[in-house]
């Protein structure tokens, strides 16, 4: 894989950024992060943040780098300043690790990702009733789902970019 030569940050907010990479620590918990998966969220994410093709172009190559780095959470975490940002987080994370299983004989949570997810929930520091409730609908949401994880993480940020 072939990593943008640029230096400079990508253009968008550095809240958007640290969302985005928030989600990609979660999807990268358990060691893999397929080409696939990349690809799907480099068009995802730069369609939600860019409005025109040009510009989704140009800023699909400016996060590649972002989202191939594998940044530990408690790194990113203590970026996260209301609670609406640490519950989204939590959301996303728990729908990233629900949502397949790396291979047909291992559970959709593996150990690695349950390990990572409750990580996150220490370093989040939400109320244990919050975090029962941010999972009971992210389960719900995962059930309900015809479409790709990307799609339902992509309508949750547009959701609260737009708040």
Known sequence: MVLPSSSSPPSISPRQLNLMRI????????GNLAEEELQLMLDRFSSLFAATAERQHQLR???????????????LTPKLKTPVEKELVLRLGYEVIGSSARTPDEAVINDDEAAAYQRLVGLLGLPADTVTRIEVEAKAAL????????DLVTDQLRSFIQQ
């Open 23 to 30: 989600v990609a620590s979660m999807a990268w918990s358990d």
């Open 61 to 75: 190559e400016e996060l590649q780098a972002y989202l191939v780095q594998n940044i530990p959470l408690d790194e």
């Open 143 to 150: 059930e309900r789902q015809d479409g790709s994880l990307i």
